[in-house]
């Protein structure tokens, strides 16, 4: 039997190696001192929670409910028949069995088309939805002190990837877990508590708890770069475990420098040699 690294009684996890509760409580820890250390938000903020009815918003739902915190769900319903309905009407029935708010907006509501129909004339279909998303959920989220998104490690990890293999350092300066290098008018402040907790991880806290979510992947998924990202990654990570890990943890290193270059450059382009400087300057070796 394998055990639990803390109690010896019979594990639940694998990684790190619990049993149920001490897992649920590194998790619910890992997320608390996201939120502490990097002054996310307080208990007595009005925290917006973008929810879709997947594994890791509703995993974040439940863990700041359970810490105490003052949340509504957030939804934004895309238009993905087949797949969005169904994860929604999971979230909406979580949400009354938990009295919890939710309040949702719908792309057909704010631009009369649904992403399905976008996506019949026009592939692939992530980049325009992951705009509108962000948009609409800034609009469901005004009057909330911020609005906390499910992004967890393996994401930002592919993230990172993305925007340097693309050269956008402006963009990738401005990911971490707080989004955005300046606080902009109109912007709701954008956290992620979940910065520091793997997929793998939410995965197994959403099976141990029983939680009611959706582990169906997006049908226009597949399609994206994002998705070349995540399973060149994944691959990665089997033959150099932690490394998903070890590029968010160098990001959070080259970051300060990063968002300070970006603030002096307000946007502009920059050389690869700057960037080269900026990692220099941060004690990495390029
Ligand atoms: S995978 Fe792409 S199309 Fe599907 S919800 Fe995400 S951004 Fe939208």
Redesign the pocket.
Known sequence: MVRCNKCREEAAADAPQLCRKHFMDYVEDTIHNTIASRCLFSRDDRIGVGCSGGKDSTVLLSVLMKLGYNVTALAVD?G?AGYRDASLASLKEYCASNRLPLKTLSFAEVSGIT?DAHAAVKKP??TG??KM?RHLLNRLGHGFDAVAVGHNLDDEAQGILMNLLRNQIAKLSATGPVAGITEVAGFVRRVKPLYFVTEKQVMAYAVLIGLPVSFDE?P??RY?YRAQVRDALNDLEAVQAGAKRRIVEWFMRVKPKLMEAMKKEAGAPISADQVSEFLRASGVNA
């Open positions: 895309e993905i992403l279909a992530c939805c992951g998303r997006c226009y998924a994206s």
